[in-house]
């Protein structure tokens, strides 16, 4: 067997399945700042469209626009705040 492919194995499932509270903390950390880049990055685009009139950013695709505010409000809410607000428990 190759052993790199044994060392990622240990690596992952150290992350994946840990009930360490330290490692539980950074990963709610990892989750909080990835999910508050994306809903950055989707504010940014909501703003570059709202900027003048008709769609222009989004190719003409309203059902697009949709899915893009449906998501930024889920990212912010769920995922960034969420985080953010239960990291001063760990």
């Known amino acids: 067997m190759f052993k790199g492919f044994s060392n990622l194995y240990i690596f992952q499932t150290r992350w994946r399945f ?3 509270h330290k490692d539980i903390g950074i990963l709610y950390l990892i989750l909080g700042i990835f999910s508050g880049v994306l809903g950055t990055g989707m504010s940014i685009l909501i ?3 709202l900027g003048s009139s008709g769609l222009q950013i989004l190719f003409d695709n309203y059902q697009l626009y949709n899915v893009v505010v449906t998501a930024h409000a889920f990212f912010n809410n769920f995922f960034y705040s969420k985080a953010y607000s239960y990291w001063w428990i760990w």
């Open 18 to 20: 840990s009930t360490n």
């Open 47 to 49: 703003r570059m469209e």
